[in-house]
C-alpha cells in the first residue's frame, strides 16, 4: 500500500513570496490533516478536511494561508506571501475516517523562507 | 501550560540502556499516541492506547487515564531508536490531535 505522499520535499523562498505544497493521501482515506511542525516542537493542526469538506481550520492564519481539496482526494496548501516565521515541515496526514483512528504521514516538506 | 507535556525534551542514552518518556496531558482524551521521527523523514504511529499497556518488540507503552500520563519505555536500546518520540492526545470527540513538543532520543553505540 502506497503511504501519503507531499511534494516538494524541499523549498527555499524569499518573504513575501508565495510557495504551494502538494499532498496525495492513502487511497481510500477520507480525512485529511495539513499541519505546521515548527523546528524543537510539535506538529500543530493548520487544518482539517473530511472529504472536500473542511471539518476545522481555527487554527489556519486565514490571512495569507488556504488549502482545498476539490476532488476529495490529492490537496494543496498555499502560503501567499510568506514571512520568515513560516519556516517549518508541513506535514500532511491521512485517515481512513475521522474520529479514533490513526493517521498516517507523509515525509513532509521543508520550508525555507530567507 | 501545553495541553501535553513531555519529559525530558532530550536523552543520551548508550547502547543497551533502558529508556523512559514521560507524557502528561491535561484535558478529556479519547486515545494516546506514541509516534516516532526520525531525521528529515515522516512521523511514524507507534502505539495507539486508551487504557493499560501495549509492547510491540522492545517498546512498551503505557497509561495511567486517573493520573493522565502516559510512560513510553524502550528496552536494550540500539543506536537506530535515536529519533525523535512524540506523544499525541485525541480529543474526548475522538477528531483532533493535540501533541507534545517531542523527546529527542540519541542512543550511542
Known amino acids: 500500500e502506497a503511504g501519503v505522499a507531499q511534494s516538494p520535499r524541499y523549498k527555499i523562498i524569499e518573504k513575501r513570496q508565495s510557495v504551494a505544497f502538494w499532498c496525495n493521501p492513502i487511497?481510500?482515506?477520507?480525512?485529511l490533516y495539513w499541519y505546521q511542525q515548527i523546528l524543537g516542537q510539535g506538529p500543530k493542526l493548520l487544518i482539517q478536511?473530511?472529504?472536500?469538506?473542511?471539518?476545522?481550520d481555527s487554527q489556519l492564519p486565514k490571512d495569507r494561508f488556504s488549502a482545498e481539496r476539490l476532488k476529495g482526494v490529492d490537496s494543496t496548501l498555499k502560503i501567499q506571501p510568506a514571512k520568515l516565521e513560516d519556516s517549518a515541515v508541513y506535514l500532511c496526514?491521512?485517515?481512513?475516517?475521522?474520529?479514533?483512528?490513526?493517521?498516517?504521514f507523509g515525509p513532509g516538506t521543508r520550508l525555507l523562507v530567507l | 501550560k501545553n495541553e501535553v507535556e513531555q519529559s525530558p525534551q532530550n536523552l543520551t542514552a548508550q547502547e543497551g540502556e533502558f529508556i523512559t518518556i514521560n507524557c502528561s496531558y491535561s484535558?478529556?482524551?479519547?486515545?494516546l499516541h506514541w509516534l516516532q521521527q526520525h531525521p528529515g523523514g515522516g512521523i511514524v504511529s507507534l502505539f495507539m492506547?486508551?487504557?493499560g499497556k501495549k509492547k510491540h518488540g522492545r517498546l512498551i507503552a503505557t497509561i495511567n487515564i486517573q493520573e493522565k500520563h502516559s510512560s513510553l519505555h524502550i528496552t536494550a536500546s540500539h543506536p537506530r531508536d535515536s529519533a525523535v518520540y512524540i506523544c499525541?492526545?485525541?480529543?474526548?470527540?475522538?477528531?483532533?490531535?493535540?501533541f507534545g513538543g517531542g523527546t529527542r532520543v540519541l542512543v550511542k553505540p
Open positions: 496526514a491521512s485517515s481512513l475516517v475521522t474520529g479514533f483512528q490513526t493517521q498516517y
Open positions: 487511497s481510500g482515506h477520507a480525512t
Open positions: 478536511f473530511q472529504n472536500n469538506g473542511v471539518v476545522d
Open positions: 484535558v478529556g482524551i479519547s486515545a
Open positions: 492506547l486508551s487504557s
Open positions: 499525541a492526545v485525541s480529543s474526548a470527540a475522538g477528531n483532533k490531535l493535540t
